[in-house]
């Protein structure tokens, strides 16, 4: 595996576990200030302020984490123009993942660095499907997905601004 092809994994896993986190922290927050401050200043006074302070703390760490996700995220997306993974069913436990990934070579020849397209393939489990995967295909039978990793990251990235 060239070194691009490595940072560029390695980024984008970095990107996909703290994005989960980021995406769904706004909700969180929500949730507290709706439900779990009030309950606490109504039934337990005493230790509300340190439940406020846990959150505050929280909303530091995940702040800081929302930062570098997009800052990770501007950095690959500067050089991954596009990726799409495919899924296609082999047998009704084997499913063969195709990932296209798009990228600038950054060979410093010229000003228009050469674009180099990277394919990987691997067998995957009915079991190691999203699970979006799955259900689409138990109610639809359809054997075969698309998705552009690029674009749903760029949404995720909008959401948790």
């Given at each position: 595996m060239d070194p691009i092809t490595g940072l560029l994994i390695g980024a984008i896993g970095l990107a996909l576990?703290?994005?989960?986190?980021?995406?769904?922290?706004?909700?969180?927050?929500?949730?507290?200030?709706k439900n779990v401050f009030p309950w606490f200043e109504r039934h337990l006074p005493t230790i509300a302020p340190y439940v406020r302070k846990a959150f505050s703390r929280i909303d530091n760490v995940v702040t800081s984490v929302r930062r570098t996700v997009k800052e990770a995220w501007n950095k690959v997306s500067q050089y991954l123009l596009k990726q799409v993974v495919e899924l296609n069913r082999q047998t009704s436990n084997t499913w063969v993942q195709q990932v296209t990934s798009w990228v600038i070579e950054n060979s410093g020849y010229n000003n228009k660095p050469p674009v180099k397209e990277i394919r990987t393939e691997q067998e995957v489990s009915w079991d190691d499907l999203p699970e979006d995967v799955r259900k689409t295909f138990l109610r639809q039978q359809q054997s075969s997905f698309q998705k552009d990793v690029t674009e749903i990251r760029k949404q995720e990235m909008v959401l948790a601004s």
């Open positions: 576990a703290a994005t989960a986190t980021v995406v769904f922290w706004h909700r969180i927050l929500e949730w507290g200030e």
